[in-house]
């Protein structure tokens, strides 16, 4: 049961979509009231665990720790950095009564839970306006169930979205482009798309293409999907302020861009050197920006990626600074510098001027929207889109990748407990960079992380520019990299199913192990076991030069162990084991009862046959959704039952 408590007038934010029940006075929280503040205590008992918070750094429970809602670009993504991309103020209190809270406000917002062991939540919201919504159920997962009902059904993407993604700051040409695919090609690795970043642009300007390097775009993207592969531009969120480009021009004439105390185009500076912001609050500058991916989708693309846009400022006329050109190495290019830049522009939203500090975290949710709505517009079927800022309600737009992590066994594990807690919030489509998008990925590394990406939904090899290429093919011993490639793509027809099943049954995709056994007390207080989908879970080896990693399992199942080339089951009994897992092959288990359907191996989607699909498990039936990977009709008619011979 939702319930909504009111305080002030606030924001709009349309995160939640159902109708909700207003209520008087919260019972959950003792509420103080400051000036342009509001404040939520609740205590916790010693064995409560507190789920929720999206994109924050840190466990899956988050007692211990403090998280500053507050979308920032930041590449430091070590334990206690405060701020990500993101900002999801959904936590669930896992006690002896559970309930969930979400503090619905675009400002900026402080969490601390059981923070250096004050043994309450404490709730400061940066803001006087704040509509609260609690969510009662009998356990944390119906909570959460119930709260994802009520956010609105996850962005589905199309089949080959769920294929794998090359990608790399520093291709830069048609040329660098087909040798990936070329090249993953004679590998034998399946591939499904390659990312287009920045340098695809014409002076880094959004909806333009470098016609040197591109010279016809849609010829190239034609040549790419007839080898199976889709082309993904990115899209950042600051237009060029600069007289005759096009979008510049228009933003203008129609009055689009963001103005600062004077009434004047706020200018900021980003990769193309001085930007204007798109007021991305208003609808017809929605509309406006959402047809301009025109340009590309008249050449024949159907997958985005939306950048820069929490937003990220490099500096401004108002910081100190000097532009240094593409210097990403300059000191001023850090999160959370431009507080002065961030409260010197507004939005005008519903005709009245609201300074960008009051809704910042809301920003980058409404460039996804605007995105999402014109591609509905341009194109026929479901298409590829995730941002890396976002807020609950951009979840029905798009995905979001969780940003510029490191190649270090610890991002690796913060993919492995983000999933969850993005997943409680509404984001279902969603990966980190895998192999790390700074520092340099061994080959360990990144063979662990595809071992654990291939569960994910989106699953993208990204680095950056300067560091050492990691395309799967540049290592030794290709036929570890092909492994794991093949098991994604033998996986397909489950992972699928059971994505688009959890979005329209408002459903996780990856769970908790908690949330599948919690009445297990062991099981409630592992991190690094997840559950995908129903029948699934998985034990990532998540060390540097381990043979393999001891597993709990909450009840007997029958372990499955990829070899490259056949999966060979067992029955295995509850309780923990060892289990070896050689770098290259896969171990993952089946839950008791339940059964998953294997595919047959391909080289990208183009070529699977979700149909034909072999039964493994000691379930009776399977309930599979298939349809053609791009319908828009999605459906729960499209479900057929299988049923174990
Ligand atoms: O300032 O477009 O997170 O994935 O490769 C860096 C270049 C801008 C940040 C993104 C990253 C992307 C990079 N971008």
């Given at each position: 049961m939702l319930t909504k408590y009111t305080f002030g007038?606030?924001?709009?934010?349309?995160a939640v979509t159902a109708q909700v029940r207003e209520g008087e006075n919260c019972p959950f929280f003792e509420i103080s009231r400051g000036e342009g503040s509001l404040s939520f205590r609740c205590p916790l008992a010693e064995r409560d665990i507190v789920y929720g918070?999206?994109?924050?750094?840190?466990?899956?429970?988050?007692?211990?720790g403090r998280y500053v809602s507050f979308n920032t670009d930041n590449?430091?993504?070590?334990?206690?950095?405060?701020?990500?991309y993101g900002s999801h103020n959904f936590l669930v209190?896992?006690?002896?009564?559970p309930f969930g809270a979400f503090f619905d406000t675009p400002a900026r917002v402080v969490f601390e839970v059981?923070?250096?062991?004050?043994g309450q939540v404490y709730v400061r919201c940066e803001s006087e306006d704040v509509a609260l919504y609690t969510v009662e159920g009998e356990s944390a997962y119906a909570i959460v169930r119930q709260f994802l009902a009520a956010i609105g059904r996850s962005f589905i993407p199309p089949l080959w979205a769920f294929g794998f993604g090359q990608s790399r700051w520093?291709?830069?040409d048609e040329r660098d482009i087909r040798t990936v695919a070329d090249r993953y090609a004679a590998a034998g690795m399946p591939l499904d798309y390659i990312c287009m970043d920045i340098d695809y642009m014409e002076r880094y300007k959004?909806?333009?293409?470098?016609k040197k390097r591109f010279p016809d775009l849609s010829a190239f993207a034609a040549e790419m999907k007839g080898r199976g592969i889709r082309l993904v531009p990115i899209v950042d969120a600051g237009i060029k302020a600069?007289?005759?480009?096009e979008t510049y021009e228009e933003g203008v004439r129609e009055d689009y861009f963001c103005k600062n105390l004077e009434g004047k185009y706020f200018r900021a500076a980003v990769w193309p050197g001085m930007t204007h912001f798109p007021d991305f609050f208003r609808p017809e500058v929605r509309a406006w920006f959402g047809a301009k991916y025109k340009v590309y989708t008249d050449c024949g693309i159907e997958g985005f990626w939306n950048d820069m846009n929490e937003p990220s400022i490099f500096f401004s006329e108002y910081t100190r600074g000097k532009l240094r050109g593409r210097n990403c190495g300059d000191p001023l290019y850090r999160g959370n510098a431009f507080l002065s830049d961030y409260k010197s522009f507004y939005h005008t939203i519903g005709g009245k001027e609201v300074l960008h500090y009051d809704v910042h975290n809301a920003f980058g949710g409404n460039m996804t929207r605007a995105s999402c709505e014109g591609l509905e517009k341009l194109l026929d079927k479901r298409f590829l889109l995730f941002s890396r800022a976002s807020y609950i309600g951009a979840h029905r737009y798009g995905g979001i990748w969780t940003g510029d992590?490191?190649?270090k066994w610890e991002h690796l594990r913060q993919n492995v407990l983000h999933m969850p807690s993005l997943n409680m919030c509404g984001f279902l489509y969603s990966g980190a960079d895998t192999g790390g998008f700074s520092g340099r990925a061994t080959r360990e590394l990144l063979l662990r992380w595809l071992a654990f990406s291939v569960y994910t939904p989106l699953m993208r090899n990204h680095c950056m520019k300067?560091?050492?290429?990691?395309?799967?093919?540049?290592?030794?011993?290709?036929e570890e990299f092909r492994s794991l490639l093949a098991l994604r793509y033998r996986l397909l027809p489950y992972i699928y199913s059971e994505f688009v099943k959890a979005a329209l049954s408002s459903d996780m995709y990856m769970k908790p192990l908690a949330f599948g056994y919690p009445q297990d007390e062991r099981a409630r207080r592992i991190e690094d076991q997840l559950l995908v989908g129903d029948s699934l879970m998985v034990a990532p080896v998540?060390?540097?030069?381990?043979?393999g990693r001891t597993v709990y399992l909450p009840e007997a199942m029958t372990q499955v162990r990829w070899t490259g080339e056949t999966f060979k089951t067992l029955s295995v009994p509850a309780g923990e084991r060892f289990v070896e897992v050689p770098l290259g092959e896969a171990v993952f288990f089946i839950r008791r009862g339940r059964l998953l359907p294997v595919g047959g191996a391909c080289m990208h989607t183009g070529e699977a046959?979700?149909?034909?699909v072999t039964l493994l498990g000691d379930g009776e039936e399977y309930a599979q959704y298939i349809d053609?990977?791009?319908?828009?009709?999605?459906?729960?008619?499209?479900i057929r039952i299988l049923k174990r011979r």
């Amino acid at each position: 049961m939702l319930t909504k408590y009111t305080f002030g007038t606030p924001f709009d934010t349309q995160a939640v979509t159902a109708q909700v029940r207003e209520g008087e006075n919260c019972p959950f929280f003792e509420i103080s009231r400051g000036e342009g503040s509001l404040s939520f205590r609740c205590p916790l008992a010693e064995r409560d665990i507190v789920y929720g918070l999206g994109e924050t750094m840190g466990g899956i429970n988050k007692r211990g720790g403090r998280y500053v809602s507050f979308n920032t670009d930041n590449m430091r993504h070590v334990t206690g950095m405060p701020s990500m991309y993101g900002s999801h103020n959904f936590l669930v209190i896992d006690g002896a009564k559970p309930f969930g809270a979400f503090f619905d406000t675009p400002a900026r917002v402080v969490f601390e839970v059981d923070f250096e062991g004050s043994g309450q939540v404490y709730v400061r919201c940066e803001s006087e306006d704040v509509a609260l919504y609690t969510v009662e159920g009998e356990s944390a997962y119906a909570i959460v169930r119930q709260f994802l009902a009520a956010i609105g059904r996850s962005f589905i993407p199309p089949l080959w979205a769920f294929g794998f993604g090359q990608s790399r700051w520093g291709y830069k040409d048609e040329r660098d482009i087909r040798t990936v695919a070329d090249r993953y090609a004679a590998a034998g690795m399946p591939l499904d798309y390659i990312c287009m970043d920045i340098d695809y642009m014409e002076r880094y300007k959004d909806f333009t293409v470098n016609k040197k390097r591109f010279p016809d775009l849609s010829a190239f993207a034609a040549e790419m999907k007839g080898r199976g592969i889709r082309l993904v531009p990115i899209v950042d969120a600051g237009i060029k302020a600069e007289p005759g480009d096009e979008t510049y021009e228009e933003g203008v004439r129609e009055d689009y861009f963001c103005k600062n105390l004077e009434g004047k185009y706020f200018r900021a500076a980003v990769w193309p050197g001085m930007t204007h912001f798109p007021d991305f609050f208003r609808p017809e500058v929605r509309a406006w920006f959402g047809a301009k991916y025109k340009v590309y989708t008249d050449c024949g693309i159907e997958g985005f990626w939306n950048d820069m846009n929490e937003p990220s400022i490099f500096f401004s006329e108002y910081t100190r600074g000097k532009l240094r050109g593409r210097n990403c190495g300059d000191p001023l290019y850090r999160g959370n510098a431009f507080l002065s830049d961030y409260k010197s522009f507004y939005h005008t939203i519903g005709g009245k001027e609201v300074l960008h500090y009051d809704v910042h975290n809301a920003f980058g949710g409404n460039m996804t929207r605007a995105s999402c709505e014109g591609l509905e517009k341009l194109l026929d079927k479901r298409f590829l889109l995730f941002s890396r800022a976002s807020y609950i309600g951009a979840h029905r737009y798009g995905g979001i990748w969780t940003g510029d992590n490191t190649s270090k066994w610890e991002h690796l594990r913060q993919n492995v407990l983000h999933m969850p807690s993005l997943n409680m919030c509404g984001f279902l489509y969603s990966g980190a960079d895998t192999g790390g998008f700074s520092g340099r990925a061994t080959r360990e590394l990144l063979l662990r992380w595809l071992a654990f990406s291939v569960y994910t939904p989106l699953m993208r090899n990204h680095c950056m520019k300067y560091m050492r290429r990691q395309e799967c093919y540049r290592f030794g011993k290709k036929e570890e990299f092909r492994s794991l490639l093949a098991l994604r793509y033998r996986l397909l027809p489950y992972i699928y199913s059971e994505f688009v099943k959890a979005a329209l049954s408002s459903d996780m995709y990856m769970k908790p192990l908690a949330f599948g056994y919690p009445q297990d007390e062991r099981a409630r207080r592992i991190e690094d076991q997840l559950l995908v989908g129903d029948s699934l879970m998985v034990a990532p080896v998540l060390e540097k030069g381990a043979k393999g990693r001891t597993v709990y399992l909450p009840e007997a199942m029958t372990q499955v162990r990829w070899t490259g080339e056949t999966f060979k089951t067992l029955s295995v009994p509850a309780g923990e084991r060892f289990v070896e897992v050689p770098l290259g092959e896969a171990v993952f288990f089946i839950r008791r009862g339940r059964l998953l359907p294997v595919g047959g191996a391909c080289m990208h989607t183009g070529e699977a046959d979700l149909s034909a699909v072999t039964l493994l498990g000691d379930g009776e039936e399977y309930a599979q959704y298939i349809d053609d990977g791009t319908t828009r009709d999605v459906r729960a008619e499209n479900i057929r039952i299988l049923k174990r011979r």
